[in-house]
C-alpha cells in the first residue's frame, strides 16, 4: 500500500499545472484505476448504468485526462436518456483524442438528434469529415466517417 503524503492547496494546484493527476497524489496506481474501469465497464454490460455511473464518474475525476473514463461515461448517460449530458461528455472524449477519433462525435451527434437539437447534430456530423487517425485505428474511424455521413445524409434529405 502507498503512503498518503498530505500536501497544501497551492501544491495541489502546482501538480495538477505539471500534469499530475489526483489519482498520482492519492497514491492510486493505473492498475488500479484499471480494475475500477473493468468494473464499471462490467456494470456497463450488465446495464446497471446507475452504478456504473458512479463508478466511471469517479475515474473521470481522478484521471481527467483518460478518453476511454469520459467515453464510459457518456455511454451510461446515453443509456439512461440523459441526451444533453452524454453529448456533452462525448465532445469531451473527442477533445481528448485531439479530436481525430471520431466515434464519440458520432455518438455526440446521435444524442443531440434525440435530444431534439437537430441543427447541432448536422453541425457535428459534417465535423466528422476533419477526423481521423492512420495506423492501426484508421478501419474504425472510416466506419464511423462513414456512418456519420449516412446520418448527415438523411437529415439533410428530409430537411428538404
Known amino acids: ?19 499530475y493527476s489526483f489519482a498520482d497524489m492519492q497514491g492510486i496506481t493505473p492498475e488500479q484505476m484499471e480494475t475500477v474501469y473493468a468494473l464499471a465497464y462490467q456494470y456497463y454490460n450488465a446495464q446497471n448504468y ?16 483518460e478518453q476511454k473514463y469520459f467515453t464510459g ?8 436518456k440523459n441526451y ?9 472524449s473527442a477533445v481528448l483524442s485531439g479530436l481525430k477519433d471520431p466515434e464519440p ?15 447541432d447534430a448536422i453541425t457535428t456530423l459534417k ?17 464511423f466517417m462513414q456512418k456519420g455521413q449516412e446520418l448527415l445524409k438523411v437529415l439533410q434529405q428530409t430537411a428538404e
Open 84 to 92: 444533453e449530458h452524454a453529448a456533452n461528455l462525448y465532445s469531451v
Open 50 to 65: 446507475e452504478q456504473a455511473v458512479k463508478l466511471f464518474n469517479g475515474l473521470c475525476l481522478f484521471d481527467p485526462s
Open 127 to 143: 465535423s466528422l469529415s476533419e477526423m481521423g487517425r492512420e495506423g492501426k485505428d484508421k478501419e474504425h474511424d472510416q466506419s
Open 73 to 80: 461515461l457518456a455511454a451510461c448517460e446515453q443509456a439512461l
Open 105 to 119: 462525435m458520432y455518438y455526440a451527434a446521435v444524442c443531440l438528434l434525440k435530444a431534439g437539437r437537430r441543427d
Open 1 to 19: 500500500m502507498t503512503e498518503k503524503v498530505e500536501i497544501s492547496m497551492l501544491e495541489c494546484l502546482a501538480m495538477l499545472n505539471n500534469g
